[in-house]
């Protein structure tokens, strides 16, 4: 089992930046896909990026598109997602994973880390 410790959350204005970093092991890195997903308060958990081991393929969800960047440093074993233009509505706890294959269903991603919280104020 591998260990993902997702960091750079906190509190901005709205309309402001965060990058968000998640550190992983090369076991739970090297090879697969790498996500992030959020959950808000109350909320089901939601997809937001996800970024291929190969060729450095990337999804992001309409929600955040044109917004959040996600990027991996394969010899960091690490993946960032650089939140850009933050609203309010982008407030929850984010979430780190990894999978074998290219998917945005939670359900496929085997590891995650304890997560980080984003708060937005308006």
């Known amino acids: 089992q591998g260990q993902l410790v997702e960091s750079g959350g906190g509190w901005v204005q709205a309309g402001g930046s965060l990058r968000l970093s998640c550190a992983a092991s090369?076991?739970?890195?090297?090879?697969?896909?790498m996500g992030w997903f959020r959950q808000a308060p109350g909320k089901e958990r939601e997809f937001v990026a996800t970024?291929?081991?190969?060729?450095?393929?990337?999804y992001t969800a309409a929600s955040v598109k044109g917004r959040f960047t996600i990027s991996r440093d394969n010899a960091k074993y690490t993946v960032y997602l650089r939140m850009n233009s933050l609203k309010p509505e982008d407030t929850a706890v984010y979430y780190c994973a990894t999978a074998r294959g290219f998917s945005t269903e939670a359900g496929e991603y085997t590891y995650w880390g304890q997560g980080t919280r984003v708060t937005v104020s308006s």
């Open positions: 970024i291929a081991w190969n060729a450095g393929t990337t």
């Open positions: 090369s076991r739970t890195f090297r090879g697969y896909s």
